[in-house]
Each structure stands twice: as C-alpha cells, then as structure tokens.
C-alpha cells in the first residue's frame, strides 16, 4: 500500500508499519486560562545560505516566525532563544538578539505570549572569569531583553558554573541581577543531563542542597521572581520545591517525563508548563490544557497521556540530542521544507532513533498530515541508504 512504510528497526530487522490509525486532535478555539503553557521553540535553519552551517548556520527568519505564529494561534506563549532554539549549542548571542528582537516585535503584531532567555552565554567559562564579569555579561543580555520590551527568562550561565566558589557566589550574582530587572522574571535552573557544564549548579553536586539555595535566592527576592522552571527530570524533586516556593511564585515544570501529572497537580498545587516538548507535540497540549480549563481530567490524561513515550524517546540520553526531535517532528508536519538544523544537529540522531519517533508520533495522534509525514520519512530512509 502507498503509506506502507518499512522502518529499520535495532538489530538489522525491519517494522512494517502504515500510520494514520489514530483520530486527530480537536484543536481549541478559546484561550487557555488554568495554566499558563509555554512552549520553548526551535529555530528554522536555511538549507541554501551559503555559509559554514557548523559554524556559522543561518536561520530562515519567516520560517521560524511562522512556526511561533503557528504555537501563539494554538494559545501557547513562546519561550524565546531557550536551549530547545540550540541556545549555547549552535545558537550564539549575536544571533540570539536578532531572534529574540525579531520573535518580540511578532508577539507584540499578534497579541500573542512571550519571553526571552538572558545568560551569560557570550562570555567564554573558564576558571579565571571573574563574577564581575559574569554579573556584567548577566546585566547585558537582560538589558537588551527589556529594550525590547520583553520578559526575561534568566538562564542558567555555564560561566558562573566554571567560576563560583561555593553557594555564596550565587547568591551574590543573582541577588545583584534579581535586584536590577523592572519586570519579575523567571528563573531557569537546567540540569546537567540537559548541560553538562552545568554540574554543580548552585554550588552543590547534591540536588537537595543546590534547592536550598536557589530557595533562599527567591524567598529574598519574590517581588522580582514570576517563577521557576526547573528541568531536573526528577518529578518528586520539583514537586518538593514547589511546595516550598512563596504563595507569589510560580513552579513551571520543564520535566519532560512527567509532566502530565505535575500539571495536573495535586491537593497542594500544580505546575506550569514551560517545556521544549511542547513545540512537537503543541496540539496535544494545547488540547489538554482546554480540556483542563472546562474541567475534563478524563481528556486531559487521554490527550497527554499518549505523549510521553514519545517525550521520553526524544529526550532519552543523550538528553541534549532532544533538539533533532523536536525538528525532525516539525519537518514530519510540514512546519518547515527540509530537515536541516544549525551546527548540524539533524545528525545527532540515528534513522533507527527517527523511525521509533514516526511511530509514537502517530501513535499519539500528532502526524497531523500522515500521507505528508510518510512521504518525508521515505526520502529520511532514502537518504539513509534504507
């Protein structure tokens, strides 16, 4: 049959598989209202600049704000220039500037949900950056962040991570920056699973310790503090500190595992969403979160629930790979022509890896155009020599 394809499968077998068994998701119409849902998202590579696409990859920008145009029309807010747009990974802050100033001009034209991560991603770690510098490069990122009339996401900064001593220095450096910015912002703590030059954040190996801290950086400082995301991956982790947080502060979870329930919540509370899953699979979470809204848990479970062997099999180890995901899904649904990333990033990922994606993707109802979808997962397999 047409959509019949012939998926190379572990150990030199192949799956004969036909998608587009699954019903479509029914995609909302009003605005979403019990969570705030933001999605972190990709970035469109250009496939014909002609530049290094390792060292110098270039974006399609109408390509790219299309795709936010696409997530603002599902009621999703957009977190901008985040590690899900290869931040730090093929996305340097020159370019990030033109993206985040490009993304918050578009978000203002259309009414839709916006903000920005500022790091210290221009300046270079090492053990002989000082704090100063480390706070100077924080001062400036988040400068241009609100000249633009943005909201800030403060990132984690691998730089602080070379350089800090002990806890105090963290306290030092955000307690300086927390105090300087108009607006509350959100603060982003990322696991090293997602970075590992982020090992030791908060000046402790011990997850347990490093909260404490972070906890005593945003009880001092409430006022300026929107929330927290925190993507450790550790479901019991985040809902520990959650319970902990100042009635003021939000918890957005950027757990990519377990993220149905922690939305969902519990008798104490519940998370927001702030998750680079949400770019692959924003029909489903939009839906799940309406569902949510009129007080339907047995939709929002049946929506979501269909999601997480797919959110794990994108984020499995090497979790940092997630990127070539979130792309090749984008690619599958004809958000995007081609399935080319910056740095060439589409190659972190073995055709094996893409062919279980297909799968669950279509499993979970989200090939939102199967005949499309099959045609292009038969010119990945061509490429592939399959």
């Not at 590992?196 to 009880?219: E, F, S, T």
């Not at 939709?299 to 099999?313: I, N």
Request: glycine share 8%; net charge negative; proline share 5%.
């Amino acid at each position: 049959m047409a959509n019949t394809l012939y998926l190379p499968q572990a150990g030199g077998t192949r799956l004969t598989y036909e998608p587009g068994h699954a019903a479509p998701i029914e995609l909302p119409t009003a605005p979403l209202k019990s969570r705030i849902a933001f999605s972190a998202a990709h970035v469109v590579a250009d496939p014909f600049a002609d530049a290094d696409p390792i060292n110098n990859g270039q974006i399609d920008w109408e390509g790219t704000l299309a795709y936010r145009r696409h997530l603002w029309s599902l009621g999703l807010s957009i977190a901008e220039a985040m590690d899900t747009a290869q931040r730090g990974m093929g996305l340097n802050w020159e370019r990030a500037k033109e993206l985040i100033r490009r993304s918050t001009a578009e978000a203002r034209a259309v009414g839709g949900g916006i903000a920005s991560g500022a790091g210290t991603d221009h300046l270079v770690p090492g053990p002989n950056v000082t704090l100063e510098q480390v706070e100077a490069a924080y001062e400036e990122q988040c400068s241009f962040v609100e000249e633009q009339g943005g909201r800030i996401i403060l990132m984690a900064s691998r730089a602080l991570a070379a350089c800090a001593k002990g806890p105090e220095d963290y306290v030092r450096v955000y307690g300086k920056i927390l105090s300087q910015v108009k607006e509350p912002v959100i603060l982003h703590w990322l696991g090293d699973m997602f970075d590992p030059q982020l090992a030791g954040y908060w000046g402790h190996k011990d997850v347990n310790a490093a909260m404490d801290v972070c906890l005593d950086v945003i009880r001092a400082h409430a006022d300026k503090v929107d929330g927290i995301k925190i993507s450790l991956l550790d479901a019991d982790k985040e809902i520990v500190m959650r319970r902990q947080l100042p009635a003021s502060v939000k918890m957005y979870t950027g757990d990519d595992f377990n993220y149905p329930d922690l939305i969902r919540g519990d008798e104490h509370g519940f998370s927001h969403a702030l998750l680079g899953i949400f770019d692959a699979i924003a029909p489903a979470a939009a839906a799940a979160i309406h569902a949510l809204d009129n007080g339907d848990i047995k939709r929002y479970d049946a929506l979501l629930e269909k999601t997480v062997p797919l959110s794990r099999h994108i984020f499995q180890k090497p979790t940092y790979a997630y990127k070539t995901g979130i792309v090749f899904m984008a690619y599958l649904n004809g958000h995007q022509s081609h399935f080319r990333m910056i740095g060439g990033a589409e190659g972190q990922r073995s055709v094996i890896h893409l062919s279980e994606l297909f799968v669950l993707a279509d499993q979970a109802g989200l090939l939102v155009n199967p005949d499309l979808a099959t045609e292009r997962m038969r010119l990945v397999l061509k490429l592939a020599g399959a």
